[in-house]
């Protein structure tokens, strides 16, 4: 619980260096729809080659392409393909991959929006989901008997559960399927899941790989037969292709990553630990307070958590009295967020994750960003008196 983070120490060079920048201290921003040819013959040279000559900007880009190494050479990956959103790495990883028939295992409590996908669109397709307790090998192993895709999360979204990653993936193995995981929570700084055995590795780079809550973005990395299928079947059809702008603002943002997450760690344990010891708080879903580092695949905690207040009320007078920590959904930027559950349980004609996972309505998520640590506990601190006071506040 009180163990130091550790980030690999080749993570600060390769994401800080560029190569191919014509003299730039930073790469530019390549900018175009299309690149042209002189030749009728050196056209067709680009074309029999097209992963690696840009053609047209849905399919490569150099800036994108910048991008995309540099987080498949953190993540161990052989490659990466960058999306325009978390959901379109998601999507195009999950449709490039699967076809009617096929039977996917997934974890409890993963990302809504992952969930709505695979009992909406998917399910509509005849792709077959199965949910199971992720923490529950022995059933992850029964519901994986003839599938063809694991899916994971871990830490889970709302309930942060710690998951057993070389086991899960194993698993996917002798069952003959494929492995794939949402790794935002701990980013490439903090877990690794390919170095445990997982093929591959999704993100919503808008959270911790940007860091700076100014750019929406996806990529998912991998094994490179995997990556190819992908970019085969899904990504060209489905064209949520990310920006050479977005990938630019992940390049900058991810510079800072190693440092930013030591300091998301430090703050959001801290934060984590005194809220666990408040006397209005009924729990506090942060792993450190759950588990440790030691023979987990974690090496080290990023900042989003929960907590829970005595009932929904008291819960959403916490989050009308802060001041510093601002509402609002996403996280992982350099600003500190709380999200009241009970907002979750509601979407209107849309099928409801949060009821299907039973998180409780009198929680407030908690991303804790780079502000001074003693600021954002203040904030805490006085809400959490404002909230158990109704009416002094
Ligand atoms: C935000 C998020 C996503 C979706 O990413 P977008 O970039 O918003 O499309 C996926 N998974 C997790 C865990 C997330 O928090």
Redesign the pocket.
Known sequence: MTSEPTIPADFATILAEDSDTGGAAVPPIVQTSLFTFGSVDAMETAFRAPERNPIYTRGMNPTVRAFETKLATIERADDARGFA????A?SATLLGLLRTGDRVVCVNNV?P??YRLMTGLMARMGIDVVFVEGRDLDSVQEAMRGARLLYL?SPT?MTFDVLDLPSLAEIARAAGAVSVI?N??ASPAFQRPVEHGVDLV?H????YLSGHSDT???VVCGRADLIAEINRVAYPSLGAKLSPFDAWLLIRGMRTLPMRMRQHHRAGLEIAKRLDAHPAVTEVRHPALHGTLEGSTLSGWSSLFAFGLSDPQTARRFCDALRLIRLGV??GGHESLAFPTQLGLIQPGLTNSFHAFGVPDDMVRLHVGLEDVEDIWRDVERALEACEAPGEA
């Not at 959103?85 to 379109?88: D, Q």
């Not at 919503?204 to 959270?207: H, L, N, P, R, T």
């Open positions: 959103s978390g959901m379109g998601i990302y929006d992952a999360e979204s949402d935002s929570w999704l919503s780079a808008s959270k929406v973005a996806g996403s996280w």
